[in-house]
């Protein structure tokens, strides 16, 4: 026997060393589990405009986050109301401190009173049409409970909504199960629940597939054992690369690990396949070495694809996506080098050697036939089979151009998730959630009198409510007298516009204390809240052009006020306008550097050019049908872009290195595709299976952005395996240039070659 390999020399080292480091890497994934939080508030960076007006507003207004809470009953008579109104704005006892989840709280009742109380005294009709659609509903008797959260609530906002649930029961006559909830505050906690609270059994769904996939294929309870163990071993080192880091995982993370855990498998797959192939002529341990030899460029190569498809995505601004991006790309790489150095050291010390793996293995001989057929008829129809992938791709690009992204809340839950129906049922009864604010700074404001201040705001405030799209708005003016109009005259006016003025100073503290006005240097700033329906799916875009253009408009006679613009709405749009910016940008960017990659290992600029359309052409097939039905895309789809285009190149890179290893030894382009056929075309297919079945179980999620991810990789990366076993070797066969045979072979080419034939 040769001199020993280092599996040999360092197996027992490596081994160990990967036990040793296992309990650490299990602390890394705990704390990573255990600190999963989403809120959709933080998704754009600090730098974007829309981000530092929001930052702006809750600097001088505080957040604009608000819960809606009601019941089937919940009227302006009903004395719940209030009891539950100061129940939930109450002090709580935790770890022996005092916490107050909820620091301001505002119900219908309350609301209607000051307005119908001195010094307003409003008539009850004006009074109820001021708050519709805003703390009462259109029927002027639902009513609702609106609590701010506070510092400590924003700190832990599962804590404040449990307990808003909670002290529900200590109401009489209500219940937590009654209570009907919604709002910003509720949005990431609801994330998080649909996210984390299915993952473990999805996750134990994709380990069975998995399993039985190899299990099937290997036909080895301790091949399938070891790929198993590699690929939970990566998948908990994912994990814990985040949270050693100081990356918080979020739910699209969590994707990342998942995404870690297949392409592991898969790569597992391929090792222990050539290992299997070289059993029939090689001892066990003869044949690891000849199966890392193999493996080792084309796992290298796909590894380094594969990350480059995940780097792409940090070009996105969307921190989600970049953050996705990047630890997708560093759990790639971690998990490549465990792989090159775990399992075949393992390998080596518990070899696998059952019987059956000493001869071809049936899989491999039902398929023979078909490669046999696949490699001849191939190069009869390649120009035909090339000519139609092109036609597909142009289509397909066209229908790439028509699509639309969305970042909307209805965007992350199925249909009939309960926070959907909680929203609607809110909606329909009460008044819509989704906020936007606009705020008039008003220069110098000691040179306007103050009614006429209030009817600049009011004018402003009535065009905002005007606007198609708008349901419901509310300023200081909506909690002020009745302003009477300028061209009102005779003494009675004045000595009305005199007492209106001096109830409207009198009340300019009061208005500081409700978060409707600031004093910054000496000007004010007046907030005017409207609200939209999460229901409605609106094109936020288009709503944002009427309301600017609607607000413009109102205040072209006061030169001196400045409208400033912010909320949920702007920075949601902004969120939909970067996700296909960044959709073109990472996949375009992982297109070139993979393309290259591709150029070098064909040594051909047109070949490796065409090599790429297999590869691009199931996403742009899958997006291009999206734009044709007019899908919109969402971060889980976006996700899949440039991630598919990475995993996709896996299975080329194996074909074309069986290829290139045929022409180097001599054989013609068609015998040459037979050899790759026959060295992968099986494990092609095991792969691909394993990856797309293993991410499709987690489309049960009901989280809509994994499960559309998964819905959408499981079709991108089939589509996959049929272009690269049809479209691929057609295009090898058009343009690959037959290069002179080398004197010189590797083990694993000539010598492979001929036992091939």
């Known amino acids: 026997m040769s001199q020993s390999s280092w599996q040999d020399r360092l197996g027992w080292f490596i081994l160990v060393f990967f036990l040793a480091i296992t309990p650490i890497v299990m602390v890394g994934t705990k704390g990573a589990w255990d600190g999963i939080k989403n809120r959709v508030e933080d998704w754009l960076p600090e730098t974007f405009e829309e981000t530092q007006r929001l930052m702006w507003f809750y600097d001088r207004f505080g957040t604009d986050e608000l819960l809606m809470v009601s019941w089937e009953g919940c009227t302006l008579e009903d004395p719940r109301v209030a009891r539950y109104a100061q129940a939930i704005g109450a ?37 109820i049409n001021r708050l519709k659609d805003w703390l009462i509903g259109e029927d002027e008797s639902q009513t609702c409970v609106v609590a701010v959260v506070s510092p400590q609530g924003e700190n832990n906002r599962a804590a404040a909504i449990e307990y808003a649930y909670d002290v529900a029961n200590r109401v009489e006559g209500l219940s937590r199960e009654d209570l009907i909830i919604a709002g910003t505050t509720l949005d990431g906690v609801a994330i998080d629940k649909a996210s984390k609270g299915s993952l473990a059994a999805l996750n134990l769904g ?29 998948e908990q080192l994912s994990m814990a690369i985040m949270y050693f880091s100081g990356q918080q995982m979020d739910s699209v993370l969590t994707l990342a690990s998942n995404l870690t855990y297949v392409l592991s498998i898969s790569s597992g797959v391929h090792l222990m396949n050539y290992y299997r192939e070289s059993l029939a002529e090689r ?28 780097l792409s995505l940090t070009v996105s601004q969307i921190r989600p996506v970049t953050n996705f991006g990047f630890y997708a790309a560093a759990s790639i790489l971690a998990a490549a080098v465990v792989l090159l150095l775990w399992l075949p050291a393992a390998m080596f010390k518990f070899p696998i050697d059952p019987a059956t793996w000493h001869h071809k293995s049936k899989s491999a001989s039902r398929l023979q036939p078909l490669w046999s057929f696949l490699s001849k008829e191939m190069n009869t129809a390649k120009w035909p089979i090339f000519g139609l992938s092109l036609v597909v791709l142009c289509i397909s690009v066209i229908g790439v151009q028509k699509i639309s992204t969305s970042a909307q809340l209805h965007d992350l839950f199925w249909s009939d998730a309960p926070i959907l129906r909680d929203y609607d049922w809110l909606e329909e009864r009460v008044g819509p959630l989704i906020p936007i604010e606009v705020v008039l700074r008003i220069e110098q404001p000691e040179e306007i009198e103050a009614d006429e201040r209030f009817r600049i705001i009011d004018h402003v405030q009535q065009s905002i409510q005007e606007v198609e799209g708008v349901s419901a708005t509310m300023s200081a003016a909506t909690f002020a007298p009745v302003i009477p109009a300028k061209d009102e005259r005779g003494f009675r006016a004045v000595m009305r516009r005199a007492s209106i003025r001096k109830i409207l100073e009198g009340r300019l503290d009061r208005y500081v204390e409700m978060n409707y006005l600031r004093i910054e240097e000496g000007d004010e700033l007046w907030r005017i809240s409207a609200r939209v329906r999460a229901a409605d799916r609106l094109n936020y875009g288009e709503l944002m052009q009427r309301l600017r253009a609607s607000v413009d408009q109102s205040l072209k006679e006061y030169p001196g006020v400045q409208p400033i613009y912010s909320g949920s709405v702007p920075l949601i749009f902004k969120a939909q306008s970067e996700m296909l910016s960044d959709l073109i940008k990472s996949f375009g960017l992982a297109f070139v550097m993979i393309a290259i990659i591709m150029m070098v290992l064909l040594r051909n600029i047109v070949t490796g050019l065409f090599s790429m359309i297999p590869n691009v052409l199931p996403t742009l097939l899958a997006f291009g049908t999206m734009g044709y039905l007019g899908m919109q895309v969402e971060i889980g789809s976006l996700l899949t872009a440039s991630a598919a285009l990475g995993i996709a190149v896996d299975d080329s890179l194996h074909f074309i290195s069986w290829f290139n290893k045929g022409l180097q030894a001599g ?91």
């Open 206 to 234: 994709s380990f069975a597939v998995c399993i039985i996939i190899m299990a099937i294929s290997f036909r080895s309870a301790r091949a399938t054992i070891m790929v198993f163990v590699l690929a939970i071993f990566c």
């Open 283 to 310: 001892s066990a341990k003869e044949s690891v070495r000849w199966a890392l030899r193999s493996a080792l460029v084309p796992c290298l190569l796909s590894a380094g694809t594969t990350a480059v498809g995940m």
């Open 667 to 757: 054989k013609s382009k068609v015998e040459a595709t037979r050899l790759a056929y026959d060295h992968c075309g099986l494990a092609m297919i095991q792969t691909s299976l394993i990856c797309s079945l293993g991410l499709l179980v987690f489309a049960l999620s009901p989280f809509t952005p994994v499960s559309r991810f998964a819905w959408l990789m499981c079709g991108l990366l089939l589509t996959a395996l049929l272009c690269d076993l049809l479209i691929l070797p057609a295009i090898l066969l058009c343009f690959t240039k037959k290069p002179k045979p080398t004197t010189e072979t590797s083990e694993a080419g000539l010598g492979d070659v001929r036992a091939t034939d």
């Open 91 to 127: 002090a709580e006892e935790v770890n022996g401190e005092e916490v107050v989840w909820f620091g301001e709280v505002i119900t219908g009742p309350e609301a209607l009173e000051s307005l119908t109380a001195e010094p307003l005294d409003l008539p009850k009709d004006l009074a």
